[in-house]
């Protein structure tokens, strides 16, 4: 433990030591919570060429991406309309017109700049960097003389900038910009939005310094932003600003009440006094629950690890631990969906996690992603990558229609069409996916996150190399060059053919999923058997890698049953189906209305099928045994239901709500032998 | 059917046939669906000796009334304050100030007098009756030149009379005011109230036969109070207003959006569009779901019940009959609870009954009961019998305190504290019961029903006496004077002494409770096998009726385990207990917490045991079998939960939370043998 953690009462006084030259990588003995010496492997030196994911970042790239710049260009029919790429033109004084859209309109044009910049680096498309450029050069000449950019404001009311931290997201729209900017920057080489960028970190530091020295994000997300320049820019200033948003956060719970009150004008008229929705009731040293609107919490607790593994700083990432315990251990869906509310679109309270009156936003799983990734880049264990590989596999990608085209705000693991999306407490859970929303967050979120998907797969760190994820894929490390084939999820063969490039002795650790069962190791055909160890989850192998190493991982995936803690009400007596890491759910369409009137048996006999044909090919099913129960008309009978054995079909959580509104159910319950 | 029923296109211009002196009740073959021809039975009449229900008519009389009384002057400290009869004071000029409360307020000093006129029935009290004199003078001097009523808009917009229905219930304060008005009369002979509100009648007659010929009431109960004028009064006025109200309804479902553009101002700002809530989407007639504001639901339901009984309307009462079945046969809660959600405090769609997110406010259940008396008088049937019974033991009473110092709103069968009152979706369902509300409709409504208990045992007809209800008291009938025994809910043991006042052959019919097992009747120690006919749950038995007959009633009553429809999807798996018309809960104080966690056995080996101290005492308590499930501490497990046999405890669900705050469940998980 030599760090010594940096204390909140130097905040904008830290001397920095000499941070490392991020190119130049220093090789040194890993220690604990050691200060970051080591770059994040760039998006372009990871290709994903898996049977599951590939296809996903494929249709993100040919079609999602595509679509959704028409929409910003307001060039389809019948869905929301955007405006987006017109408010930066108006505010550039290339067009005429008035501001339309949310007063974070701006943030979808970063989020789909950002997925360019990913998708860029899985497919080069020069046809589509040039419409990128041409993008990014509106978004320049929107931005004001003073470094200031955001439409909103700039068109609309430009009296009013900075007033409203609280409401306005102006620095969560900088904040994405700033993500875009530096991934735009990595693929393409190309500094424009990135200049763009640091002149408007460098307004905002000017405004933060002097103007607004205790001012913070009403929505998080510039932390990460900033987060990211620093990374691509090795500026220290934009890491410091972060952490001064995010020590400043708290200090004062009643910063946003006194903002109002000094303003005397509102936006939404957003509840200043929710200190726990604002994440303001504490300091982030002293906040030890997951409270308030989900998607701000994990950005800030993202940015937060980010600072604690960038800094070393053991006082910031046990913060960052207390966060993660009770989230995930207490407020998490099984999905890996985090969120027990629409009102706030909130956490609630320990182990309420109700599978129909849920929120679990897609975004706020890609955010807990974004946290996960962070811990694992500030201190590699096993919880975190079985949570990120939950949410992959889960609750991110159920937002999306398999064909691309549709998208869901809220994942539920229980559907009841008639009171889902229609009867009070349940209107916000949709029954199918729209084809857009008015506030248009998680469909660009799931494009950059599909698409930057190989920076999840490693870590790469003085003399460890660090395997996350269990996918098919090319990846050109410092130490070695990898080539896999993976079948997971669907089965556990991954087989990695690996090439070091240097002579020197290393460590590659793999992340073997806690469901692995009848694990076996080969190194070159033989198994490994006492070789390698083990910690946090990972199995670590330290030798001198030749050029052709051949490294097979097999394990089995039984279909398991889950069940909740006793504590979570909505579950009790259920059982969920998990095969690997993919939550299975129980669909009308495979097993007839009712859903709530079957039990799954507790002798399961189940089957694994490959979906033969239609929209679910070539995905696993199960077939289970379960039971049927029936009554009579009565609403209330003294006659027990009588229960009729049947078979059951469970496909893929994920794939739900792709043929046709039906009930589904993730928890069902359990009965019988 | 010899009864033609009444075309909607006469309403206002029915000629009525001559009706019966109501004093002098003809004496005539009862025919199906005849104009009402007997007269409903005084309060005074029937005096409840009941060991069950005595004590809490005892409490409400000697507790409640002057505690309401206390607040109605404000003068409980701690408790939102009434200001009630000052308001009608100000009216009356005889105070000076400022109206203060809900624009309803005067309903609370209404509901008192009710009350009041009923307890005094019950316990005649010269002081107590004094008082309400004082107070109905000071209501005569609020009453306005022209006879309006209302000390809101007196006070404060007197310009805005009549101007917005939709919100301001001037016509819902009026008709409680009538319902008190008729009740005094009846009880004491005074006619000072009736007189104010038979000219406040007239007001109202003017003021919608001229100028809002369409108007229709935005909270139903007009109605009922117009027809309790018109039962006391015998003026065809009245009830031909009432009808016009009903019948008005629904014709234009844009009355509201239209009275609203009309007037330009609002007073809560409740949304005129919303038709289903407002209970105009339809006319009456073609309403077939109950929905909406569900205390608004039955009170209009009560009065339609009450035209179709008193006209011989068949028409009217096939709609009552459509309204009551989708009510009670999809919509309804174990305990005779009404209303799925708080938003609107409505009902929701078929089936749709959560357990912890419930409304069931206390008011809808007794406005159930009204309804249900109403559709008895008008045809006696076990059905209606039954779910008044429901209600009355269950989910009326478990709104007071069993001392009767506090009050629920929200009637819950499921509370788990730290999410009820405290989660989004939840905060309504309070844990425990606070001392008064600032929108106090239930405890007022409560003590009147209860004191007026009298009038739900019996209905008179031509030559048959209905008895509804199995309850101690003593009757004095047109036919027959009849004291009752009863050890009901806690046993199936009535003994009734007849003492028949006419030589003339009549029918007694008794409503025998469905879940009667094993019945035995006895007359004059034999018992009646094969004597007498069953109808419609009824038993009759039609003789000359000496003048000492003893005519007992036996059955068992076993618990029950209650199943819910399989379409109930808050009730999969689960089962209620009952004994007799009891419905049983589990609450935290016998059972610990995590009820959750708890399983009921299929094979109860019950045991029934009279509480023999603490606030539950003499109440009946079951024991049965059941299971804990135990687990880890892991938020998902593999381990399926440990279930390890254990005796639990379930307490009378109308005397739940009486001992501190804890959980509590009325469905619990079946498990096992």
Same mark, same amino acid.
């Given at each position: 433990m030599a760090i010594t953690p940096i204390e909140r009462t130097n905040v904008g006084k830290i001397v920095f030591e000499q941070?490392?030259?991020?190119?130049?990588?220093?090789?040194?003995?890993?220690?604990? &919570?050691? $200060?970051?010496k080591w770059e994040t492997i760039p998006l372009g030196n990871v290709k994903i060429k898996d049977n599951f994911w590939s296809p996903i970042q494929n249709l993100m790239i040919d079609k999602v991406i595509p679509y959704q710049e028409e929409i910003l260009n307001d060039k389809v029919p019948g869905v929301e309309k955007s405006h987006a790429i017109s408010n930066f033109k108006i505010a550039a004084g290339m067009e005429e017109g008035e501001f339309y859209g949310m007063v974070f309109q701006d943030s979808d044009v970063a989020k789909w700049l950002e997925g360019v910049a990913d998708s860029l680096a899985v497919k080069p498309d020069a046809d589509l960097e040039r419409r990128a450029d041409e993008v990014i050069e509106i978004i320049e000449k929107a931005q004001q003389e003073d470094g200031y950019l955001n439409t909103y404001f700039t068109i609309k009311e430009p009296e009013h900038r900075w007033q409203n931290l609280q409401e306005c997201h102006e620095l969560y729209c900088a904040g994405h910009m700033m993500e875009a900017a530096a991934a735009y920057y990595e693929t393409t080489g190309k500094d424009r939005l990135l200049r763009v960028m640091m002149r408007m970190a460098d307004h905002i530091e000017e405004k933060f310094e002097k103007e607004l020295e205790h001012?913070?994000?009403?929505?998080?997300?510039?932390?990460?932003?900033? &987060? $990211?320049?620093?990374?691509?820019?090795? *500026? *220290?200033? +934009?890491? =410091?600003?972060?952490?001064?948003?995010i020590e400043e956060r708290g200090k004062n719970p009643d910063y946003f009440v006194e903002e109002s009150k000094k303003r005397g004008w509102v936006h939404f008229g957003a509840d200043p006094e929710d200190r726990e929705y604002n994440q #303001?009731? /504490?300091?982030? +040293?002293?906040?030890? $629950?997951? #409270?308030?609107?989900?998607? =701000?919490? #994990?950005?800030?607790?993202?940015? &937060?690890?980010?600072?604690?593994?960038t800094l070393g700083n053991e006082k910031l990432y046990g913060a960052c631990e207390k966060l993660w315990d009770n989230m995930t251990k207490q407020r998490m869906y099984l999905t890996g969906g985090i969120g027990s509310t629409a009102e706030g679109e909130a956490f609630t309270v320990d182990y309420h996690l109700p599978a129909d009156s849920i929120y679990a936003e897609t975004c706020a799983s890609i955010g807990l992603i974004f946290f996960a990734r962070q811990m694992l880049e500030a201190e590699p264990k096993g919880i975190y990558?079985?949570? &990120?590989? =939950? /949410?992959?596999? %889960?609750?991110?990608?159920?937002?999306?229609?398999?064909?691309?085209?549709?998208?869901? +705000?809220? %994942?539920?693991?229980e559907v009841n069409p008639g009171v889902s999306g229609n009867v009070p407490g349940y209107r916000h859970v949709l029954p199918q996916r729209p084809g857009w929303y008015r506030c248009a967050c998680c469909p660009p979120s799931l494009v950059r996150l599909v698409t930057s998907l190989g920076k999840y797969v490693w870590t790469e760190k003085e003399d460890i190399i660090y395997s996350h994820m269990l996918m098919g894929q090319e990846a050109e490390l410092r130490k070695a060059r990898v080539r896999a084939e993976s079948e997971y999820p669907w089965n556990g063969r991954i087989t990695y053919h690996i090439e070091a490039r240097t002579e020197e002795a290393f460590t590659m650790a793999f992340f073997i999923p806690f469901h692995a069962r009848n694990l076996a190791i080969l190194l070159n055909g033989e198994e490994v058997n006492g070789q390698g160890i083990w910690k946090e989850g990972y199995w670590h192998l330290t030798k001198q890698w030749g050029k052709e190493e051949k490294l097979e991982i097999r394990f089995d995936m039984p279909v398991r049953r889950i069940y909740a %803690?006793? $504590?979570?009400?909505?579950? /009790?007596?259920?059982? /969920?189906?998990? =095969?690997?890491p993919v939550v299975y759910c129980f669909e009308e369409a495979d097993n007839g209305g009712g859903l709530q009137s079957l039990r799954v048996a507790k002798s399961l006999e189940e089957e694994i099928d490959t979906c033969q044909d239609g929209v679910l090919k070539g995905k696993y099913l199960l077939k289970v045994n379960g039971y049927r129960c029936t009554g009579g008309e009565d609403l209330y009978t003294e006659e027990r239901p009588h229960m009729e054995k049947t078979r059951l079909t469970a496909v893929p959580y994920y794939a739900w709500g792709n043929r046709g509104i039906g009930q589904m159910r993730v928890w069902m319950l359990e009965d019988g032998d």
């Amino acid at each position: 433990m030599a760090i010594t953690p940096i204390e909140r009462t130097n905040v904008g006084k830290i001397v920095f030591e000499q941070l490392p030259d991020i190119s130049q990588p220093e090789r040194k003995e890993c220690a604990h &919570m050691e $200060k970051k010496k080591w770059e994040t492997i760039p998006l372009g030196n990871v290709k994903i060429k898996d049977n599951f994911w590939s296809p996903i970042q494929n249709l993100m790239i040919d079609k999602v991406i595509p679509y959704q710049e028409e929409i910003l260009n307001d060039k389809v029919p019948g869905v929301e309309k955007s405006h987006a790429i017109s408010n930066f033109k108006i505010a550039a004084g290339m067009e005429e017109g008035e501001f339309y859209g949310m007063v974070f309109q701006d943030s979808d044009v970063a989020k789909w700049l950002e997925g360019v910049a990913d998708s860029l680096a899985v497919k080069p498309d020069a046809d589509l960097e040039r419409r990128a450029d041409e993008v990014i050069e509106i978004i320049e000449k929107a931005q004001q003389e003073d470094g200031y950019l955001n439409t909103y404001f700039t068109i609309k009311e430009p009296e009013h900038r900075w007033q409203n931290l609280q409401e306005c997201h102006e620095l969560y729209c900088a904040g994405h910009m700033m993500e875009a900017a530096a991934a735009y920057y990595e693929t393409t080489g190309k500094d424009r939005l990135l200049r763009v960028m640091m002149r408007m970190a460098d307004h905002i530091e000017e405004k933060f310094e002097k103007e607004l020295e205790h001012g913070i994000p009403g929505h998080q997300e510039i932390e990460i932003g900033l &987060m $990211k320049l620093y990374h691509v820019t090795g *500026e *220290e200033k +934009y890491l =410091r600003r972060a952490l001064s948003f995010i020590e400043e956060r708290g200090k004062n719970p009643d910063y946003f009440v006194e903002e109002s009150k000094k303003r005397g004008w509102v936006h939404f008229g957003a509840d200043p006094e929710d200190r726990e929705y604002n994440q #303001v009731h /504490a300091t982030v +040293y002293e906040q030890d $629950k997951a #409270v308030g609107h989900s998607v =701000r919490a #994990v950005y800030m607790y993202t940015a &937060m690890a980010d600072l604690a593994g960038t800094l070393g700083n053991e006082k910031l990432y046990g913060a960052c631990e207390k966060l993660w315990d009770n989230m995930t251990k207490q407020r998490m869906y099984l999905t890996g969906g985090i969120g027990s509310t629409a009102e706030g679109e909130a956490f609630t309270v320990d182990y309420h996690l109700p599978a129909d009156s849920i929120y679990a936003e897609t975004c706020a799983s890609i955010g807990l992603i974004f946290f996960a990734r962070q811990m694992l880049e500030a201190e590699p264990k096993g919880i975190y990558a079985d949570v &990120m590989e =939950r /949410a992959f596999y %889960n609750g991110t990608i159920s937002g999306m229609q398999l064909d691309g085209t549709k998208f869901f +705000y809220v %994942n539920p693991l229980e559907v009841n069409p008639g009171v889902s999306g229609n009867v009070p407490g349940y209107r916000h859970v949709l029954p199918q996916r729209p084809g857009w929303y008015r506030c248009a967050c998680c469909p660009p979120s799931l494009v950059r996150l599909v698409t930057s998907l190989g920076k999840y797969v490693w870590t790469e760190k003085e003399d460890i190399i660090y395997s996350h994820m269990l996918m098919g894929q090319e990846a050109e490390l410092r130490k070695a060059r990898v080539r896999a084939e993976s079948e997971y999820p669907w089965n556990g063969r991954i087989t990695y053919h690996i090439e070091a490039r240097t002579e020197e002795a290393f460590t590659m650790a793999f992340f073997i999923p806690f469901h692995a069962r009848n694990l076996a190791i080969l190194l070159n055909g033989e198994e490994v058997n006492g070789q390698g160890i083990w910690k946090e989850g990972y199995w670590h192998l330290t030798k001198q890698w030749g050029k052709e190493e051949k490294l097979e991982i097999r394990f089995d995936m039984p279909v398991r049953r889950i069940y909740a %803690n006793q $504590k979570v009400r909505d579950c /009790a007596g259920c059982v /969920a189906l998990m =095969r690997g890491p993919v939550v299975y759910c129980f669909e009308e369409a495979d097993n007839g209305g009712g859903l709530q009137s079957l039990r799954v048996a507790k002798s399961l006999e189940e089957e694994i099928d490959t979906c033969q044909d239609g929209v679910l090919k070539g995905k696993y099913l199960l077939k289970v045994n379960g039971y049927r129960c029936t009554g009579g008309e009565d609403l209330y009978t003294e006659e027990r239901p009588h229960m009729e054995k049947t078979r059951l079909t469970a496909v893929p959580y994920y794939a739900w709500g792709n043929r046709g509104i039906g009930q589904m159910r993730v928890w069902m319950l359990e009965d019988g032998d």
